[in-house]
């Protein structure tokens, strides 16, 4: 289980483009809400890997959110 955020970009956005890349994840809060509170965000994304996963499917990701950190710091 990884939880993670980028800097200037909300989770949701993050977790939307992923999902248009076929990469599932969640954003929100993810019911730790005083751990939100003391690192100051108001969200996360989350994502988690099982035996199913392949190592393609950690590179897609990893390529995918080095994509939509370019994609969203150009806004």
Do not use: W
């Not at 970009?9 to 993050?14: F, N």
């Amino acid at each position: 289980l990884i939880s993670f955020s980028l800097p200037n970009i909300h989770p949701h956005d993050i977790a939307s483009f992923l999902g248009t890349n076929n990469i599932c994840v969640r954003a929100r809060s993810h019911c730790a809400q005083p751990l939100h509170a003391s690192i100051k965000k108001n969200a996360s994304v989350r994502m988690s890997f099982s035996i199913y996963n392949l190592e393609s499917d950690i590179d897609r990701t990893v390529s995918a959110i080095a994509e939509a950190r370019e994609k969203f710091s150009k806004k």
